[in-house]
């Protein structure tokens, strides 16, 4: 079982950065892919970006160029890295972990709103 932990969300400007983090309650060295998913108001879930233990990052196509995927193994903490930040990125912004069991597990969630 995995618990995670994310933190960083806030309220930030059009064209601000924020960097959210997951802390994993256990070595995210062996998890099979760790993700960043985003539900918007009356939006389904969707994925922002994962990444493989084996280094295979995958982006949604539109935060292309704006996001950074990223991973310390030794602080077992997965990163998002958000710049240039548009309004249509305002979400709750879940943590997710899958190991090789297939089992995923979910963070509670951090606000992200990006307004002026």
């Known amino acids: 079982q995995v618990q995670l932990v994310e933190s960083g969300g806030g309220l930030v400007q059009p064209g601000g950065s924020l960097r959210l983090s997951c802390a994993a309650s256990r070595s995210i060295f062996s998890i099979y892919e760790m993700g960043w998913y985003r539900r918007a108001p009356l939006q389904q879930r969707e994925l922002v970006a994962a990444?493989?233990?084996?280094?295979?990052?995958n982006y949604a196509d539109s935060v292309k160029g704006r996001f950074t995927i990223s991973t310390d193994n030794a602080k077992n903490t997965m990163y998002l890295q958000m710049n240039s930040l548009k309004p249509e990125d305002t979400a709750v912004y879940y943590c997710?972990?899958?190991?090789?069991?297939?089992?995923?597990?979910w963070g509670q969630g951090t606000q992200v709103t990006v307004s002026s």
């Open positions: 997710n972990a899958q190991i090789v069991t297939g089992a995923r597990y």
């Open positions: 990444i493989t233990s084996g280094g295979k990052i």
